[in-house]
């Protein structure tokens, strides 16, 4: 009983510590690297993700949100999701799915903008809870 309740705790450290991976449907792997190594510096509205291809090549990926943007989303929240809300990071990890998803290749540069919201960003802003 007690080697399993060691494995349960050795599974349970390891879970904490392995970053959150999104796999989309063509095989391109999104990390959060912030999860894994610490806040990584990225200025204000621009958000970093290491993306790795099907082959297994990665890619430092940097996506950015234009001002507009949250300005229209903290007006419509009525302020409670602001710029410095996890919605924000969701938001870019969607994008950057998305992009993968219908260009089956990394942005040009290694950088992605996000001019313009979605029905789907507006309708997760609605729902987004402030905790």
């Known amino acids: 009983m007690a080697v399993k309740k060691e494995n349960a705790e050795l599974d349970s450290a390891a879970a904490r510590c392995r970053p ?8 391109f792997s999104i990390v959060r690297p ?23 090549s990665e890619l430092e990926i940097t996506v950015g949100i234009d001002q507009k ?8 929240s009525r302020g409670r999701i602001s710029s ?4 924000w990071i969701c938001c870019a990890e969607r994008h950057l799915a998305e992009y993968l998803w219908e260009n089956n290749n990394y942005p040009p540069d290694g950088k992605l ?3 313009q919201l979605t029905p789907e960003d507006l309708n997760l802003a609605i729902r987004w809870e402030t905790n």
């Not at 959150?20 to 095989?27: D, H, M, P, Q």
């Not at 510096?41 to 993700?49: I, K, Q, S």
């Not at 943007?69 to 419509?76: D, G, I, P």
């Not at 410095?84 to 919605?87: A, L």
């Open 34 to 56: 912030s999860e894994s190594d610490g806040p990584k510096r990225a200025p204000e509205g621009t958000y970093v993700f290491m993306v790795s291809d099907p082959e297994g």
């Open 69 to 76: 943007a949250v300005n229209e989303v903290t007006l419509r």
């Open 20 to 27: 959150i991976e999104l796999i989309t449907e063509n095989g």
């Open 113 to 115: 903008r996000v001019e």
């Open 84 to 87: 410095e809300s996890s919605y």
